[in-house]
């Protein structure tokens, strides 16, 4: 799942726009390079909910009513409120509020920046002054926003996890034309759009079939191998890709006219 998560990241639209809003080649190296340092970070708030078990604030009587309603999810509120002064607790859940917001801010601006660029530029108004542009994105933003707050209220919270895992078996599918398409373009481009779409397929039909949770047990040579269902589908569009293109250039070569030059054309 790791594994899966990490091909699948830098395919994500507002990833796109942190990369394309960067001041130079040089400045996209060096916040790639720093990237572990912010996955350690990662790491550290992990620990919290290590901490909340050392605390043993699950047994605690008075959080009971916390965790019936949230779960696990009430580890790190309850551990806040059992460690912190009243006054402290109130700056920590606003921290949490906000690193909630500020990466939500960022993925509806990106999809704002593809809705405004791809659908409403190319088939509603070619011709948008950058006032208009501009307007429909910020529309489009706010949507999205509002749309992700329906989803908080009324969708059980325990989807939340799943829906970003879900979301990479569908993103990790374009990583053959955007990445590896980055380094060779032997790659044939109707042997990408059929591998692109069964691997989406496949994927869709995978997480269906346990009930939308993100692994799916494999059954290979009377083994079954469990694991994340992106990095199975991607392996799949992969080689599918491999063996049609030779397949679809062969076909190509042999549609194209011979570029032949006979003694016509040449004049004295």
């Avoid at 400045?27 to 720093?34: D, G, P, S, T």
């Avoid at 790491?43 to 699950?58: E, K, N, Q, S």
């Avoid at 049609?244 to 062969?250: G, S």
């Amino acid at each position: 799942m790791a594994l899966g998560s990490a091909l699948a990241i830098y395919l994500y639209p507002h990833s796109f726009t942190g990369i394309l809003s960067a001041s130079s080649g040089r400045a996209v190296r060096r916040n790639a390079a720093l990237l572990p340092a912010y996955s350690f970070l990662l790491g550290l708030l992990a620990l919290l909910g290590f901490f909340a078990f050392a605390a043993g604030v699950t047994s605690l009587p008075e959080y009971a009513a916390g965790f019936r309603q949230f779960g696990n999810n009430f580890a790190v509120p309850a551990l806040f409120l059992h460690s912190f002064p009243s006054w402290f607790v109130g700056v920590a859940f606003a921290a949490i509020g906000i690193g909630a917001l500020v990466p939500a801010a960022i993925m509806s601006i990106a999809a704002a920046n593809l809705y405004t660029r791809n659908i409403y530029r190319e088939f509603i108004n070619k011709t948008p002054t950058d006032g208009q542009e501009t307007r429909m994105a910020k529309q489009v933003s706010l949507i999205v926003k509002f749309g992700a707050l329906v989803f908080i209220i009324f969708v059980p919270t325990q989807y939340a996890v799943y829906l970003q895992l879900l979301g990479s078996i569908w993103i990790i599918q374009i990583l053959p034309a955007v990445v590896l398409g980055a380094y060779t373009s032997w790659f044939n481009g109707w042997a990408l759009l059929i591998g692109w779409a069964a691997g989406i397929v496949a994927g869709t039909a995978m997480a269906i079939a346990v009930n939308l949770t993100p692994t799916y047990p494999l059954h290979v040579a009377g083994y079954v191998l469990p694991g994340y269902t992106a990095l199975y589908t991607v392996i799949l569009n992969i080689a599918l890709v491999v063996i049609l293109t030779p397949l679809f250039n062969a076909l190509s070569a042999q549609r194209m006219p011979l570029d032949e030059i006979i003694s016509s054309d040449f004049h004295a």
